[in-house]
């Protein structure tokens, strides 16, 4: 769990300056959960520059509780939290500093974002809080009030656990040791979410056993713990702690789980090899003279429209291929005959099997199909849902090449491959997530504000 917050004082020598505003958001990794704003009346005049700066007045703060006033509060929205802040050691020496004047020793681990976005986002040209956040497209209400700037370190520190995926901010923290508890299954399956995303097994020696994605986190695990299959009972005997990230969206799961398994090669996970071939493709038979058609068969050299891991799979997806364009299930499968199709007869076909529908027309819906496959252009933007809320997340399509992908908020601009860069997650492209590219491009065809063009 963690404190993010900013705090406003009234400036003077160090050691005598004084809070003049508080804000504190509790943040438990996914969503605020709690917080706390609040004036500070410092007893003290605030200079000058400060008052020009925050806009926050002596006759603003008149009124306004003193610190001992809300010290519980703070105490208690920060208990078993690792305080977070831009420049954090400022306001953390504010807290230990008024809370020393009410003679409380007032200790927390922190993470200063500046830090970390130094070494997460390099090479920006300033780390000052706003201008990191214009270059990232977060936008600021408020600067330089407490609760404007502690929300845009909120919005920056999410940012930076997406991008931290060598877990440097954890390792830092000693959050990755698992709480003790005397049930290990109960402790393994508690707080698990109900929701789309990727989780992580490892076993005592905290090394990573096995990766999965799933729809429902918390049901997939606790059928792994239900299960009686060979693999779920050595899952069992050897897990220790779980790992989970939220996604939002099932295509993201997918690929992080392919580039990570493929990075890390769990034992448990089947062995993964980079820009693997798959043994079937989906062909697209050209004919000039009659009724065109789609084909599943070993890969070829010519390239497929589609591959896949296996022929069940393939029939599958050329099923729903069938029905969602209105293609011929007879004339598909190369059948002739003086007969209709039984789905002409539901008006499900348009005449294909008969001859009823022009060949230029059926042809052309096929051709329409391929072009849902195909990349809109060399460098695009391929949004999907967010974990929460307004978030949005993307993947960038570069050149023809796949980058990564990434998490913002609707209101934010990300209109520039400068600042999509700043917050992009990198992953290598393979041949898996090439493909997973083209079919998810199919399905999401009907949705053309889910593509950006840059």
């Known amino acids: 769990m963690y404190a993010i917050l900013d705090i406003e004082a009234t400036g003077g020598k160090v050691g005598e300056e004084s809070v003049i505003e508080i804000a504190v958001y509790k943040y ?20 000058y520059y400060v008052q020009k700066l925050t806009h926050i007045t002596d006759k603003m703060v008149r009124t306004a509780p003193k610190f001992h006033e809300i010290a519980k509060r703070i105490v208690e929205i920060t208990d078993d939290c690792i305080l977070v802040g831009h420049n954090v050691m400022f306001d953390y020496r504010m ?19 500046f830090e970390y976005s130094e070494k997460l986002i390099p090479n920006l040209p300033s780390y000052s809080l706003g ?32 991008k931290d995926t060598e877990k440097i901010i954890s390792k830092k923290t000693g959050l990755q040791q698992p709480k003790k508890t005397h049930s290990k299954y109960q402790k ?19 090394q990573l056993i096995y990766i999965s994605r799933s729809n429902n986190i918390a049901q997939t695990i606790n059928h792994i713990f239900t299960s009686k299959t060979l693999k779920a009972n050595k899952l069992k005997r050897y ?8 996604t939002g969206s099932g295509f993201l799961a997918a690929i992080k789980e392919n580039n990570e398994v493929l990075k890390n090669q769990p034992m448990y996970n089947n062995r993964l090899v980079e820009n693997k071939v798959y043994p079937y493709g989906l062909y697209y038979l050209e004919s000039k003279r009659g009724y065109s058609r789609l084909e599943i068969g070993k890969l070829r050299k010519v390239e497929p429209v589609l591959k896949f891991k296996t022929k069940e799979r393939a029939k599958e997806v050329l099923e729903k291929i069938l029905h969602d364009y209105q293609l011929c299930l007879q004339v598909n499968a190369g059948i002739k005959s003086e ?3 039984f789905q002409y007869k539901v ?21 329409d199909f391929i072009k849902t496959t195909e990349y809109p252009a060399p460098t695009f933007l391929i949004l999907d849902k967010g974990r929460k809320g307004i978030e949005k997340s993307f993947y960038l399509i570069e050149d023809n090449q796949f980058k990564g992908y990434g998490y913002f908020e609707y209101h934010h601009q990300i209109k520039t491959l400068e600042m999509i860069n700043h917050i992009l ?19 999401t065809s009907s949705h053309q504000n889910q593509i950006v063009i840059l």
């Open 28 to 47: 438990d990794g996914k969503e605020i959960v709690d917080q706390f704003i609040s004036l500070v009346n410092p007893e003290r005049k605030i200079d």
């Open 95 to 113: 807290l230990r500093q008024e809370f020393e004047r009410l003679g409380y020793n007032f200790e927390k681990e922190w993470i200063d974002t």
């Open 131 to 162: 201008k990191l956040c214009e270059s990232l497209g977060i936008i600021v209400t408020d600067r330089h009030r407490a609760s404007g700037d502690a929300r845009a370190t909120v919005s920056l520190f999410k940012m930076l656990l997406d």
């Open 188 to 206: 393994l399956l508690d707080n698990l979410p109900n929701s789309v995303g990727v989780f992580y097994l490892y076993n005592s020696r905290k």
């Open 239 to 246: 897990t220790r702690s779980i790992k989970f990230e939220e």
């Open 339 to 341: 007969e209709s199709c």
């Open 347 to 367: 008006n499900e076909c348009n005449g294909a099997c008969i001859k009823e529908e022009a060949k230029e027309v059926y042809n052309k819906r096929i051709e």
């Open 425 to 443: 997650i990198p992953i290598e492209e393979t041949d898996e997530i090439k493909n997973m590219l083209k079919y998810f491009l199919y399905k």
